[in-house]
């Protein structure tokens, strides 16, 4: 009954509203000469229309009801896991500060009593006691952890001193920790708070640790 | 509506289950318009319909506000009355036909061989043939022709509905389209 497929095709791609200008056009003009295509697309769009008028059904009185009252009730245990789901970066950063506590609390009680001093050879060590003997001049840096420096002479670089004190002649007899005749020192002198630099130096390691795969 | 719709979903996302009640009674014609168009059967319709909004409310999380959602919802519940058909004994539906659809099968019998009178659409019957002529499509003709004339669903949201690709959508509707031609012809 029909002229042929593409005429057909042509007026599908129309109802699909997929179709070109030139393409729309040809069809027409084809729809004006051609009866039994021009049937058949009236009876095309003559379907769509029924289509539309099929029945409506709704849905059964309580239906909301119903799916409310077998909706299951969220465990305490899919709460905690939604609430990880959606904050990967907290769950994440929980995890690296309890593994990085622990991994500092395993070497923090391993060297803490160690002395360690740069190794320049004109310091004079004497029990915990770093000494720069009076008269001598000690080249390049200095950096003493766990234990104490007593500058007599002069440093010609900057001192470090890690969880420890910088003692002169006067304060070795007070006992104290006076920093106020630091004068033989001709850099920087840095005394650093010890559990701050002990956490800082873990990061660091654990960082390195980790790159190190 | 649309609004309204992201935001109750944004409150059941973040626990309020009670938005979710307002969600579903938005939907619940549609969705359950939908599953008994492609099943056939009210009884079945309203089971696998409850099941989707259940599924949806499972698997909020895993939908993404900035997509629209029913076409999400649609396609679960698609894809449910799939599965559902694919289970069916084939002696079953014969069964559950009658059942369901209210002595509809008489009617169908009487009106294949005689002709429908009048031309008003309007009429209750004749939306009931309609109805009928509709679901004894072949299910993959039948969903595409429901999604696109009785939900208004554009090609590509069709598509996206029953993960199939644009291109076949088009084939299927083609086809759907010419075989309720030669079905609802002499209505």
């Not at chain 2, 009928?132 to 009785?150: F, G």
């Not at chain 2, 199939?164 to 759907?176: D, E, N, S």
Request: charged share 30%.
């Amino acid at each position: 009954m029909s002229c042929n497929e593409e005429y057909i095709k042509r007026m599908h791609d129309y109802l699909d509203g997929d179709i070109s200008t030139e393409e729309e056009s040809l069809l027409r003009r084809h729809l004006e000469d051609c009866e039994d295509c021009q049937k058949h697309f009236h009876e095309l769009n003559r379907t769509i229309t029924l289509i539309r008028s099929a029945e409506r059904v709704e849905a059964p009185v309580g239906f909301t009801e119903n799916v409310m009252g077998k909706l299951p009730t969220e465990k305490k245990r899919v709460k905690y896991k939604r609430w990880f789901k959606r904050h990967p970066i907290l769950v994440a950063a929980a995890i690296f500060f309890i593994l990085m506590i622990g991994s500092l609390s395993s070497t923090f009680n391993q060297g803490t009593d160690q002395l360690v001093v740069s190794t320049q050879e004109e310091l004079v060590i004497d029990g915990d006691t770093v000494i720069v003997p009076a008269g001598v001049t000690v080249p390049g840096d200095v950096y003493v952890k766990n234990g104490d420096l007593l500058v007599l002479g002069t440093v010609d670089g900057n001192v470090t001193l890690f969880n420890g004190e910088l003692l002169d002649s006067d304060s070795e007899l007070d006992g104290g920790g006076l920093m106020a005749s630091a004068g033989g020192v001709n850099g920087e002198l840095e005394t650093v708070d010890q559990t701050f630099e002990w956490i800082w130096y873990h990061i660091k390691n654990f960082f390195k640790g980790l790159f190190a795969f | 509506m649309d609004q309204f719709i992201k935001k109750k979903i944004i409150q059941v996302k973040k626990g309020d289950q009670s938005a979710f009640s307002d969600v579903v009674s938005f939907y619940q014609n549609k969705i359950y318009q939908h599953c008994y168009r492609m099943l056939g059967n009210k009884h079945e319709a309203e089971d696998i319909a409850q099941e989707a909004f259940i599924r949806a409310y499972v698997n909020i999380d895993s939908f993404d506000e900035n997509r629209k959602f029913s076409t999400w919802l649609y396609r679960i519940a698609t894809n449910l009355t799939i599965d559902r058909m694919r289970k069916r004994k084939p002696d079953y539906h014969l069964d559950a036909e009658v059942k369901g659809t209210d002595g509809l099968d008489m009617y169908t019998q009487l009106a294949s061989t005689e002709r429908l009178p009048g031309e008003e659409v309007e009429s209750r019957e004749l939306q009931r043939y309609i109805h009928h002529e509709i679901s004894q499509l072949p299910a993959k003709y039948r969903s595409i022709i429901m999604l696109r004339y009785l939900e208004e669903f554009s090609l590509k949201e069709i598509s996206e509905i029953l993960d199939v690709p644009l291109g076949t959508v088009k084939t299927r509707i083609h086809r759907g389209r010419e075989a309720l031609r030669k079905r609802l012809r002499h209505v």
